[in-house]
Every structure is written in C-alpha cells, then in structure tokens.
C-alpha cells in the first residue's frame, strides 16, 4: 500500500476538519473497512490518514464532499472557480500537495523554455491518468466502488473515440459526439466488466503538446476482469484546454485492445509500452 506522502498527510488533516463529526467517522469506518473503532475526531483523521492507500482515492470518497475541498483549497489560497466540478477540485488539490512548481528568473525564461514545458506536460499526463482511471474503473458493478462523475461532461461535443480490438475476433468502432465517446467507454467497465490497469511510469506513459494545439498524452497498460489477466490496451488522448477554467477535456481517444491470446510470449511477460516516438505523438492528430 502506497499511502500519503507527508504533504498529503497533512493536506488532507486540514481538509478533513471540514467535515462534520458524522462523516468523518463514517469515512474512518469505510478507510479501515469497520476493523478499527475511533472515539473522537482526532482518532478518527488518524486512521483515515494511516490507512488510506492514496489521498486521489481518500478524495474520492462520497463523504468527503465537494464544498469541503472547495473551502479547504479556498483556506490555503489555492484559486478555482467555485462552479468546479469534485474531479476537478482533486486535482488541484494533488497538484497543489505535490508542491510548487520551479519559479524561474526572467534571465532563464529563454534558455529553458522547452524544458519546463516537457515537464509540466509529463505532469499532466500522469495526473489526468491518475484522474482517468479511478474514474472510469470505479463505474465497474464487481469492484462496489463509489461511482465517480463519468459523463460526457468530460469531453467536448464533438469529441471522436476510435476503438479496435483483437481478441477472440477482431474488429474496429468509431464514435463521435460526447454521448456517444463517454457511453460506450462507459459500458467496458458497466456492461464487460473490464478494468484498467495503466502503466504509468517513463516507457508506460508519453505526453507531448501537439502544433495544432492538443495535449496528446499516450498510455499503456493491463486489462483485467475480476482476477483474470485479458491482455494489454494502448490508449491515446488528445487533450483541450477549456477557455474558461482549468480543466482540460477529452477531444480525441484512440483505444487499441489486444487479448492475451494474440501476444507474443516476449509480449506477455514485458509490462505494456508505448511504441510511438514523441515525435509520432505530436503529429497523431494532426
């Protein structure tokens, strides 16, 4: 188990103490699955913050409101909107405790301005996978999971999502409009029951800014359904900053799907990569 990192640790004792006494039992009770009993508040954040096995998921939690998120980051001077949606007030919570960003002198601006920008966009290929996932595997019925927000609210109307698949058959789907992108990955976790398991590390993720204005982020990973390894996916975003805000949203999706059946022996026992070079990412949409 991962846990908190002492930021988060202590991020999330702040937030905590905007919950009422109710829920933040019941979210000690569900954290430590009933096994440890608490008799005060303080008890209570103990546990919660002990045996927590990562603040996106104590976030997550249906207890730990949106308003309480909202106020906290409002306490600590973190700027958001006060329309934003839970999903994305967690986010900028987990990026306000990974710490602050590298300020850089105006002598330097020139010099490094590629590199911060690999960086900040490595950065968000890792928090939107670590926003994505969760999401998109907790709608899944076998894991009794809190449903997150899935919608089509996550991606803009004239969203495309591109699906092929070769398993026991093989074949191939185009889906365009929010709708129809946010309801058919929605029925591989509801209706097929799969869940998925990135690789987020440097050969399992790739995220490059593309010239016409996307930010393409590419990962792979594992697909499973209950305990059973299937194969492996290849999943490719591009990504859009909205106007107004911070979040970015879902433009384009290409899923790729091979069944473990169709791997090589090499293949099954290497973790999933992304093959395509950076370069080859920035042109994917164009």
């Known amino acids: 188990m991962a846990g908190l990192s002492p930021r988060e640790k202590e991020g999330c004792r702040r937030l905590l103490a905007q919950l009422d006494t109710e829920d933040l039992f019941s979210v000690a009770e569900t954290v430590t699955n009933r096994l440890i009993h608490v008799f005060n508040r303080e008890e209570a954040v103990d546990a919660?913050?002990?045996y927590s096995k990562s603040a996106d998921e104590l976030l997550r939690r249906r207890k730990v409101h949106r308003s309480a998120i909202?106020?906290?980051?409002?306490a600590e001077n973190v700027t958001v909107l006060p329309t934003s949606e839970k999903s994305q007030l967690i986010l900028c919570a987990l990026d306000y405790w990974r710490g602050p960003s590298v300020q850089q002198t105006s002598e330097k601006v020139e010099?490094?301005?590629c590199e911060p920008q690999t960086l900040d966009c490595q950065m968000l290929g890792e928090q939107f996978c670590s926003w994505f996932y969760p999401m998109l595997n907790s709608q899944n019925p076998s894991l009794g999971q809190d449903k997150g927000d899935w919608g089509p609210q996550h991606f803009w109307e004239n969203a495309e999502l591109k699906l092929a698949y070769r398993t026991a058959e093989q074949a191939s789907e185009e889906h365009n409009?929010?709708?129809m992108a946010s309801l058919r990955l929605l029925a591989l976790t509801r209706e097929e029951r799969l869940i998925f398991n990135p690789n987020i590390d440097s050969r399992g993720l790739k995220c490059v800014p593309s010239p016409h204005g996307l930010v393409v982020v590419a990962v792979a990973g594992t697909i499973h359904r209950d305990n059973v390894w299937l194969g492996i996916f290849e999943q490719i975003f591009g990504l859009i900053r909205c106007p107004v805000g911070k979040n970015w949203k879902i433009k384009n999706v290409n899923l790729r799907i091979l069944g473990q059946n169709t791997l090589t022996s090499e293949e099954s026992r290497q973790?999933?990569?992304i093959t395509l070079q950076s370069s080859e990412l920035e042109l994917y949409y164009g």
């Open 111 to 113: 010099k490094e301005e």
């Open 70 to 74: 909202f106020k906290y980051l409002a």
């Open 177 to 179: 409009g929010s709708q």
């Open 271 to 273: 973790l999933p990569a």
């Open 48 to 50: 919660i913050t002990v």
